[in-house]
C-alpha cells in the first residue's frame, strides 16, 4: 500500500502571499488531519476532516483553512503569510471509525516564507 | 487543558544499552497514546499505539507502558542500536466533551543518540 504523500515537499513563498498545500491519505482511509512543525513550539494541530467535514480544529487563526475531497485527498491553505509561518507542515492519516487507530505520517511539505 | 511533557529532552547512550523514555500527561480523559520516532528532516513513524484500557503494548526490542491514573507512559528500548538515533515523540489522543475523539496532542521530543 502506498503511504501518504504531499506536494510539494518544499515551498518559498514571500510575506503577503498565499499557498496551498496537497496530502493525500492512504487508500482506504477516510480521515486526514493536519499538524505544524517549528522548532519553538513543536508539534501543533490544525485541524481534522472525515468524510469532507472538519472533525476537530486546533487553536490557529482563519488564515489558516483546509477541505477534503470526495476521494479523501486534502488541501490546506494559508493566505496572507507570515514569516512565523515558516515550518514543517505535515498530514497524516488514519481509517477514522469508531474505534482509534494508528495515525500514519506523510514526509511532510517544508514551508520557508520570506 | 492537555499538556505532554517528555523527560529527557535529550540522551546519549552507548550501543547495547537498554533504555527508557518518559511521557507525562495532565489530563487522564484520553483515547489512546502513541509513540512515534522521527528522523531528521523527515515526517514520523509510528511505533506503538497503546488503547486507554491496555497497560502495555511490546513490538520487537520496544515496550510502552501506559498508567492513565498517573499521567505516566515509558518507551522501553532493549539492546539498543546506532539506528535508532532519533527523536521520539509521545502524542495522547483527547477525549472530547461528550466522548468524541479529539486530535492528537503531543510532546516537544526526546532527541536519542546512539554511540558505537
Known amino acids: 500500500k502506498a503511504g501518504v504523500t504531499q506536494t510539494p515537499r518544499y515551498l518559498i513563498k514571500t510575506r503577503g502571499q498565499q499557498v496551498t498545500l496537497s496530502c493525500s491519505p492512504i487508500?482506504?482511509?477516510?480521515?486526514v488531519s493536519w499538524y505544524q512543525q517549528t522548532p519553538g513550539q513543536g508539534l501543533q494541530f490544525l485541524f481534522e476532516?472525515?468524510?469532507?467535514?472538519?472533525?476537530n480544529k486546533g487553536n490557529f487563526p482563519g488564515r489558516f483553512s483546509g477541505r477534503q475531497f470526495s476521494n479523501s485527498r486534502s488541501e490546506m491553505n494559508v493566505s496572507t503569510l507570515e514569516l512565523g509561518d515558516s515550518a514543517l507542515y505535515l498530514c497524516?492519516?488514519?481509517?477514522?471509525?469508531?474505534?482509534?487507530?494508528?495515525?500514519?505520517f506523510g514526509p511532510g511539505t517544508r514551508l520557508t516564507v520570506l | 487543558k492537555q499538556e505532554v511533557t517528555q523527560i529527557p529532552a535529550a540522551l546519549s547512550v552507548p550501543e547495547g544499552e537498554n533504555l527508557v523514555l518518559n511521557c507525562s500527561f495532565t489530563?487522564?480523559?484520553?483515547?489512546?497514546l502513541q509513540w512515534f520516532r522521527q528522523d531528521p528532516g523527515k515526517g514520523l513513524t509510528s511505533l506503538l499505539l497503546?488503547?486507554?484500557?491496555?497497560r502495555e503494548q511490546t513490538s520487537g526490542r520496544l515496550n510502552a507502558s501506559l498508567d492513565k491514573s498517573s499521567g505516566r507512559s515509558t518507551l522501553y528500548i532493549a539492546a539498543s542500536q546506532p539506528g535508532d538515533s532519533a527523536t521520539y515523540l509521545c502524542?495522547?489522543?483527547?477525549?472530547?466533551?461528550?466522548?468524541?475523539?479529539?486530535?492528537?496532542?503531543f510532546g516537544k521530543g526526546t532527541k536519542l543518540s546512539v554511540k558505537p
Open positions: 497524516a492519516s488514519r481509517t477514522g471509525g469508531l474505534y482509534t487507530d494508528t495515525q500514519y
Open positions: 489530563d487522564s480523559a484520553i483515547y489512546n
Open positions: 476532516y472525515f468524510s469532507e467535514t472538519q472533525r
Open positions: 487508500s482506504g482511509h477516510r480521515s
Open positions: 497503546i488503547q486507554s484500557s491496555q
Open positions: 502524542a495522547v489522543r483527547a477525549l472530547n466533551y461528550g466522548g468524541s475523539q479529539g486530535n492528537l496532542i
